[in-house]
C-alpha cells in the first residue's frame, strides 16, 4: 500500500482528465474542500488512496438508443448509466429524460448520489442514468416506445442486487411503468429492479411524495434544533414537478406560507400563499400538462410572470427544487438583502458554487440536497426491502420511517457540521454532510480491499 495521494495531485489528476466536465467538476470540488482533515488524519483512507478512488465512477454505460415513434419515423437518441460506486450495496439513483442531460451531468448526480445515499443509512450505493430524450410535447405513445427502447439496452446491465434505478426529471410513475413492463417482458422475471413503481406491482406507499416531504421534514429538524417552527414563516419554493409540490404541499400542512412555484418559462407567485387545494390539484394534474403554473393562475391559483425566478420575491425560507445551478451569486445575494435565514435544497446542486459561498459566509442555515432531498432515495430503499420481502407496508409507517430517517440525516450534520470551540453554534451542514457521508463510504472501501 505505498500510494499517498495528497489533495493538490488529486485535484490536478481530475481537472486535466476531466477538465470540460464542469458540473461532475463542481460536485467532487465541493466534497473535497470539506474532508481533507478526515482524509489527512486517517493512514488507512491514505494507503487505500481512497479519496481518488471515490471520484471516479466504478463503471460508466453508453448506449444507443434507436426507436421507431408512432409516425413511423427513425429517431436516435442517447442513453448512459454511471454505476458511482457499489460498496454499500447496488447501485442506486435516479434516470433524467431532458435534453441537458449529458455526462458530466450524470457524473456530478451519480457522484452525489453516493454522498447521499451514504446519509440515509441504508444499504445502496450510487448510480444515475438518462437519456437527451426530450418527452415534453410527445404523445403518450411516444413515451412508450422510447421506454422500450431505452429499456431494451439498459436491461442487461441492471437488476435488483445489481443496480437499481428510479425517476428523476421527467421520469415519473408513467415512465417507470413503461420501463418496468419492458423489464418484466425481456427478464420474464418480476424483481424489483426499478423503484417508483405504481403500488398495483411492487411500488411502495410515501414514495412519490417523499422527496418533498423529507424535505420539509428536514426542515422541521432544523427549526427544532434553533428552537423555532416552519408555522408563520414565508416560503419561497421553486420548480413545479415532483418534489417541489410535494415540498409546498408538506410546508402548508405544516403552517408554512408558501408563496412561489416555478418552471422554466417563469414563476407563480401567490402572494397570499398556496392553498392546499391547488398544490393537490396540481399534484394530479402536472404530469400531463404543458404549463401547469399558467394554468393554475388561469384558475386564480396565483399570478403568472414570465421569466422571472422566485428568488426576488421576501422570504425567510427558500427552498430550491428545479434543475441544478438554478440559483446564481445574484440570487443569492437578493435572498440574503431581503432577510432569508435559511435554503434548504430539494433539487441536486441548485446553488452555483458562488450561491453557497454568500450563504456560508453569511452563515445562515444552508443545507445541501445530499441531506435534505435524501428522503426519496431513502423510501426507495424500503421499496426494495419491501420487494425482497414479497410485502407491502402501510403508508402510516412509511411515513414515520421517512420522518425517522430524515431526523436522523440532520442529526448527523449536526454532529459532523459544528466546529469545536465555535461559541455561535453555527452548523455547517455541507461540510457535516459531506464529512458523514465520506466516513461511511470511505470505511466501506477499506474494508472491502482494493
Ligand atoms: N424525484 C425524486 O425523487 C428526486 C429528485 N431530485 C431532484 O429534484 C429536482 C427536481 O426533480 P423532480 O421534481 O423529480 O422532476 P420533475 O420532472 O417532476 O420536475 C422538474 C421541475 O423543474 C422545472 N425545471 C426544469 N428545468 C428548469 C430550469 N432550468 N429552470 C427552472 N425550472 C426548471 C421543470 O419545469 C419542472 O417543474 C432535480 O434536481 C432532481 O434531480 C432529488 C432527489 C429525488
Ligand atoms: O429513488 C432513487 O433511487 C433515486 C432518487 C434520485 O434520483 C435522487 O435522489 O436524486
Known sequence: MAQKSNFEEIYTFLNDKFSNETEYLQAVHEVLEDIVPIYN?????????IVRRICMPERIIYFTVS????????????GWRVQHNSAMGPYKGGLRFHPTVNLSVLKFLAFEQCFKNALTGLPMGGGKGGSDFNPKGRSDRDIMLFCQAFMRELQRHIGANTDVPAGDINVGA????????????????????????GLE??????????????????????????????????IAVSGAGNVALHAALKAVEKGGKVISLSNSRGLLHVEEGLKDTALKWAIDNHANRDNILADMADKNMGKWIADKKPWHLPCDIALPCATQNE????????????????????ANMPCTNEAQTLFLDAKIVYVPGK?????????????MSQNAMFNQRNADALDDQLYAIMESIHQRCVTEGQSAGDESNYIDYMKGANIAAFRRLADAMVAQGV
Open 41 to 49: 488524519a486517517n493512514e488507512d483512507y491514505k494507503a487505500f488512496d
Open 67 to 78: 426507436w421507431m415513434n408512432s409516425e413511423g419515423n427513425i429517431e436516435v437518441n442517447q
Open 174 to 197: 408513467r415512465e417507470i411503468g413503461y420501463l418496468y413492463g419492458e423489464y418484466r417482458r425481456l427478464n420474464n422475471r418480476f424483481e424489483g429492479v426499478l423503484t417508483g413503481k
Open 201 to 234: 406491482f411492487g411500488g411502495s406507499y410515501v414514495r412519490t411524495e417523499a422527496t418533498g416531504f423529507g424535505l420539509v421534514y428536514f426542515l422541521e429538524a432544523v427549526c427544532k434544533q434553533r428552537n423555532s417552527q416552519i408555522e408563520g414563516n414565508t
Open 327 to 346: 440559483l446564481l451569486k445574484e440570487d443569492a445575494k437578493l435572498l440574503l438583502d431581503n432577510g432569508c435565514i435559511m435554503v434548504l435544497e430539494g
Open 371 to 383: 441531506a435534505s432531498n435524501a428522503g426519496g432515495v431513502a423510501l426507495s430503499g424500503l421499496e
